[in-house]
């Protein structure tokens, strides 16, 4: 496991589910005693995802067909190991790890992450010290007041100044910490020239860049006046930052985000730390790589809509494309919004005010209407249908890439209105040519297929045994008259779990349905996920408990009989006359049998 009992019991107790699991399903409602909202690991509009906090378990009951206990959900939302999740929850909930000696593959990563996570933290904490007090610092000081940078806002941000000389990488050493592991936190590397090790980000300005939990895992370098070198350079990729996979400004933003349903996505880091202090909290950028795909997955955690801010030069255009052709394939709707005078977004608000961006904001264009503005003076010169055709190919392969169905209809109209197409005549262009977007490998096609599967929702048919289960499952009050079903199961997962609860039962525990969960492991885990959160409605729970009952203990006899009627045949072989007496005595039974209403059983197959 990695770490005490004690210790998982204590995370578990100081977390809230709820709030866990809302943070990643900002559509999630109550229902009952469930909730429900749109499942984080697919696309879809119909909520099929289900979760019930008093048992700490989640069911998708759309594509995924998956679920759960909690560890279960942030493992699969952040792509941890079981370890690697445990920390994660431990930070959140401010609790120490005591690792034990465990040292599978998995423990030996999560103490390292451990390990390199604290070493950053402390970095960052030094470099802030540094920015405050060394005189040495006053360059950056200096920079940051210039661009209006109040020290609420250094602080909000933890801003930070990485010294020239005496820099983190020498204190750590004389602390006693391992070359290699600063190597590996991206904090030092060795010198081409020298063959010495030296800080990664000496003499820069310092922006912290924090999970969505606030947890720092990386560091972004602003060169100050005319030092040579780019002017941002990033933390390399470690073992607990992966490029593409964080956003700068969500941490701090995420309330705004949520609360407005929508991000704007600008370029770099002073965008973002400009926009929040002149009060557009919601503003994030991509660090310093094209959007990506789990960047589009983590804004649309927290908002549905998003507004693209970039500048208006041609890079700036095309970076705009690239990132609306990713958001739009996880049903993030984008716009796009441009500040005029060739200013950058930071620039502007600090000249213009918040309100002036918000106006901009506002009137945002749609995507498509926008690239179609850009477009339409160039087409001008085409009179042929073929011309304008050519001209428009990249924004058609753009709209042919969009999986929303309504929105590509939509789209595919207002271009051939503008383009002066025949909409019918363009679909045919954008299919003839199979582009449904580069790179696509899933067909939209597929996706809806799989979120349409409504049988899926209903309640499956259930057998007894399962029904019994989920009776025990929502009211283990009525434990005592269920103890004697022990004998009676067929299948042999239903009776693991039967005797998993029982066995806690019998401890005086409180039965929790999690634990058996993980007990059955990832193969037969979200079977038992769906059986307890398909939110099955017991009118009399201690009658559907009598019914369950019967119905196992019938089979169980049939099941009986049946061995029993093979091995009086094997019998009758050896005397014939037992064999006629036998069968006689069989036809009278079932003539009997037959005679005799039988009330039935609930959901037997
Ligand atoms: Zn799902």
Known sequence: MGVSRDTLERIKAALDPLEVVREAVPSLKQSGVRWKGNCPFHNERTPSFYFQPEKGLWHCFGACQEGGDILAFVMKLEGLSFPEALRELAHRTGIVLDWDKTDDAASRRAKERDALLGLVEEAAGFYRDSLRGLAEAEVARRTLAQRGVRPETVERFRLGYAPRREGFLDRALKRGVAIELLLKAGLAARSDRTGRYQDTLSGRLIFPIRDAYGQVVAFGGRVLEEDAGPKYINSPETPVYTKGRHLYGLYEGRTALRDRGQGVVVEGYMDVVGLHQAGVERAVAPLGTGF????????????????????????????????????????????????????????????????????????????????????????????????????????????????????????????????????????????????????????????????????????????????????????????????????????????????????????????????????????DGPWLTALLLEGKQFEDPGVALDRALAGLERQATQREMKGLEGELRALARSDPRFGEKFDRHLTLTRRLKAATPETPGPTER
């Not at 209407?369 to 085409?382: E, Q, R």
């Not at 029904?467 to 103890?483: I, K, N």
Request: aromatic share 8%; with cysteine.
């Open 292 to 523: 990506t795909a789990e960047q589009s997955k983590l804004l649309r955690r927290y908002a549905q809509e998003a507004v693209m801010l970039f500048d208006p030069d041609p890079a700036g255009q095309r970076a705009s494309w690239r990132t609306a052709d990713v958001l739009l394939k996880d049903d993030v709707f984008v716009r796009v919004a441009q500040v005029p005078d060739g200013l950058d977004p930071d620039e502007y608000v600090q000249a213009k005010g918040a309100a002036a961006l918000e106006k901009i904001l506002t009137d945002a264009r749609d995507v498509v209407d926008f690239w179609l503005d850009l477009l339409a003076p160039s087409l001008s010169g085409f009179s042929d249908l073929h011309g304008r055709l050519r001209k428009a190919e990249e924004l058609l392969r753009f709209i042919g890439g969009v999986p929303n169905e309504v929105l590509r209809e939509e789209w595919v109209k207002r271009a051939a209105a503008r383009l002066d197409l025949d909409a019918a005549a363009l679909k045919r262009e954008m299919f003839r040519k199979g582009e449904r977007g580069p790179g696509r490998t899933e067909t939209p096609a597929s996706t809806t297929a799989a979120e349409r599967r409504p049988a899926a929702l209903a309640p499956a048919m259930r057998t007894a045994e399962e029904e019994l289960l989920q009776v025990l499952g929502a009211h283990p009050a009525l434990w005592p008259r269920a103890e004697k079903a022990d004998g009676w199961f067929a299948d042999t997962r239903c009776l693991a779990v039967f005797r998993h609860w029982r066995d806690q039962w019998k401890a005086g525990d409180a039965v929790e349905p999690a634990a058996a969960v993980a007990v059955l492991g990832a193969a």
